[in-house]
């Protein structure tokens, strides 16, 4: 029966059906529905591990043992992966091992625009690229298949308009696998001697690869009326050619995006006058087709920026289409925001008012840059905002000393946190880093993570201490405090701040949009007291805006934090008894 | 039959999500090719989010391009008015008249325009503009704006009312049925 699925969903389905029993990934947008989806059928064990290294490392030892698996991650996840990746390439599989990657063109929740198409080419490792749903859900299930007939770990290339659209699929009946593990030294013991002997394997893999790529079905020539150009495209670019001319050019499809054919893309290059490749991001497609000795064109027509979309492609073409009506009125932007009653407002708040220098961080907390509160100076990567504090510290002889933290979430700290305080503990620099806990793992949606108690699945699980892991690695001040209580988050940070060794505050309160999170009765505003200072508008809450002169508080999104209330030095915005 | 577009536009957290669900499971049952395209992430705290609901014989592209869109469903005035060059010639907006600043209206860095429903029709669009938030609420909970504004959207496709309930019920929450129901009713007879 058909059904409309979202790509990622049809990944898991494709798990499913392709017989996968083992899935570990760290959630990551546009990545993370795979996992959830797939964590709801019976026959998949499926865990979120606290990072990406560590899901491709337990994937691929669930892979060696007999059982067909998969992890998952987003395209900066890759990076954090790329240690494993690059020597499973050499040792192979038993049985299949498939590991879904989503890009972000466009970085709609991203902090860059890398193309993961080309860790396929670095780490020689066949990649498959999806278009829509259904090839979504069929590449899957041959990844698994070309796995173990190349040995190798095969690549799903997702982006984030075909990770997130809905489209319509097939669901069929599952496959079982189950392979017997042989130890094998000379395959599965990377050291010299035998990775020597491996790399060769590899290399005529993709020999053998490129062979496959020449007749592969999800390689397709579709052939046009007019062969003036031929476009030479994959994934979701695919869609957008096709939507603005139809079946008038000729199309070569590539599903295959790594090794790629040769003399596939050369007869039809030779079929038709002109060929243009399109294709996000980098031109990936174009030059291998540059290094076939074809003269073709991409990026001289086609940006490396961003997405494309039907009107990109149909105006580089000179097809018309239709321009929409500009209101012309000067329409304020509406940038994301930190929720009302998010926990993490009042500690930032706490932040700006004594004018840190802040290392943020990967998470929901990174909106803490926004204005008003614009309490962030640096957003890199996971982890990147602990040991950056370090060096920031360390080398200026303690001149920054007292005048800077780091900020992290909990699921952040517990990804690649923990290795950046040992290094404050161990190389000793006189650093304060603060822990945003709160419980989960927010911005991709609510994951469960190692600090939380419970597992992907919901069910009850070890949960870290990290007051108890802060002090083991040698961090001897380890504080916790409320940020919805202001003045305890000033006291605490300034204290710690002033004191002569590193430190740790764990700022710990749950997500404000957690189902078991208890909310009080909105505030309301004494407007005999309200003197349109404008005080309570400096912590940036949604749900505070002025009205004809005086604050007020939108009750459908007021959870009653009580945070406004402190600032308030006119005792105007009250809390209302239950 | 031409591809049709539908732009569900709005304020992160006001539920544009289980109106695409809704419409694409009613689009299913009719046997069209669709494609939704929905946004996850950062940009769903309180920011402006965009769905795109497309159906016809065979769907391409998974989103809305300038000028294509057949009706744009707003749950925010504001949220209208920036999408605007979204629309194709003939299209409509249905938006909802609730306002919700934005951040930079909320520090003073901008103003949320004055009379925008006004300067819409102004430019010759055809725009259906209401109070969908009091409706939900009369209908059992502010939650339901977007069933709301499905209900409004019917009056202009050609699907009978069971099929719309039908692909209510296979959406929402049991308990929240009847609730979802009447928020339709209410839309449809705005």
């Known amino acids: 029966m058909k059904k409309l699925m979202l790509g990622n969903e049809a990944v898991a389905r494709g798990l499913y059906e392709g017989g996968c029993s083992f899935v570990s990934s760290y959630p990551g947008t546009p990545s993370t529905e795979i996992t959830e989806y797939a964590a709801k059928y019976d026959e998949i064990y499926a865990e979120w591990a606290p990072n990406e290294k560590v899901a491709m490392e337990s994937a691929f030892g669930a892979a060696l043992s007999g059982k067909r698996s998969f992890c998952g991650m987003k395209h900066v996840g890759l990076n954090v992966a790329a240690d494993p990746l690059f020597t499973i390439s050499y040792t192979g599989v038993n049985a299949g091992f498939v590991i879904g990657v989503a890009d972000d063109p466009g970085m709609h929740s991203s902090q860059n625009e890398q193309d993961s198409r080309h860790y396929a080419k670095a780490s020689k490792i066949p990649m498959l690229e999806p278009s829509d749903s259904s090839e979504a859900l069929e590449m899957t299930k041959l990844a698994f298949e070309l796995s173990e007939k190349f040995d190798t770990p095969v690549l799903i290339k997702m982006c984030t308009r075909v990770a997130h659209s809905q489209s319509i699929v097939e669901p069929s009946d599952r496959v079982e696998v189950q392979k017997s593990y042989e130890k094998t030294p000379e395959k599965y013991i990377m050291m010299p001697g035998n990775a020597k002997k491996r790399h060769p394997v590899v290399e005529d893999r993709t020999l053998a690869l490129v062979e496959y790529a020449e007749t592969a079905e999800i390689n397709r020539s579709e052939n046009g009326k007019d062969n003036s150009i031929g476009f030479i495209t994959s994934s979701t670019s695919y869609q957008y050619v096709k939507e603005v001319f139809g079946d008038k050019y000729s199309v070569l499809k590539l599903g295959m995006i790594y090794p790629m054919p040769e003399k596939l893309i050369k007869d039809f290059a030779e079929s038709v006058d002109r060929v243009v490749v399109v294709e996000e991001l980098d031109g990936f497609i174009e030059e291998h087709c540059n290094n076939l000795g074809l003269k073709v064109e991409g990026k001289e027509i086609f940006s490396l920026l961003d997405e494309l979309s039907q009107n990109i492609v149909a105006d580089k073409f000179g097809v018309t289409t239709e321009k929409g009506i500009v209101l012309g009125e000067n329409i304020p932007n509406r940038p994301p925001v930190m929720c009302a009653g998010c926990p993490h407002r009042g500690l930032f708040y706490t932040l700006a008012k004594n004018k840190l220098t802040v290392m943020g961080d990967i998470g929901c907390y990174t909106l803490g840059a926004v204005p008003p509160l614009a309490a962030i100076d640096t957003t890199i990567c996971m982890g990147a905002s602990i040991s950056g504090l370090h060096g920031f510290n360390k080398a200026n002889n303690g001149e920054n000393d007292g005048k800077t933290v780091a900020v992290i979430g909990d699921s952040t700290f517990m990804h690649s946190g923990m290795t950046g305080l040992v290094n404050i503990a161990y190389n000793s620099s006189n650093s304060t880093v603060i822990i945003l806990d709160n419980s989960i793992t927010g911005m991709t949606g609510h994951q469960q993570n190692p600090t939380t108690g419970y597992n992907l699945k919901g069910d009850p699980a070890s949960k870290i201490n990290l007051e108890a892991l802060c002090k083991a690695v040698g961090i001897n001040r380890v504080r916790v405090v409320d940020p919805y209580n202001l003045a305890e988050c000033e006291t605490v940070i300034k204290e710690e701040l002033s004191a002569e060794e590193p430190s740790v505050v764990i700022s710990r309160r749950p997500c404000a949009l957690l189902k078991y999170v208890k909310h009080n009765k909105p505030l309301v505003v004494d407007s005999t007291k309200c003197k349109s200072c404008k005080m309570c508008m400096k912590i940036g809450c949604p749900a505070i805006s002025i009205k004809n002169g005086i604050a007020d508080i939108d009750n459908t999104l007021c959870t009653g934090c009580g945070v406004c209330s402190q600032l308030c030095k006119f005792d105007a915005l009250k809390a209302q008894e239950d | ?190």
């Open chain 2, 1 to 190: 039959m031409k591809t049709k577009n539908v732009m569900i536009v709005g304020v992160g957290g006001q539920g544009s999500l289980l109106a695409s669900k809704l419409l694409g499971k009613l689009l299913l049952t009719k046997g069209y090719d669709i494609k939704v395209s929905e946004v996850h992430g950062m940009s769903q705290r309180g920011g402006s989010v965009v769905t795109y609901v497309r159906f016809g014989e065979k769907v391409y592209s998974p989103i809305i391009d300038k000028g294509e869109a057949d009706f744009i469903i707003s749950f925010e005035l504001l949220e209208a008015a920036r999408y605007t060059e979204y629309l194709k010639k003939g299209g409509k907006i249905i938006t909802n008249t609730q306002q919700i600043n934005p951040m930079p209206v909320i520090t003073g860095a901008a103003e949320y325009p004055e009379n925008l429903e006004e300067k819409i029709r102004l430019k010759g669009i055809d725009l259906i503009a209401f109070d969908a938030l009091k409706l939900a609420e009369e209908a059992g909970s502010s939650k339901a704006v977007n069933i709301v504004l499905m209900g409004m959207l019917s009056k202009f496709f050609d699907f009978t009312e069971d099929e719309w309930l039908n692909a209510i019920e296979t959406s929402v929450p049991a308990k929240f049925l009847d609730l979802n129901k009447k928020a339709f009713d209410l839309g449809a007879k705005a």
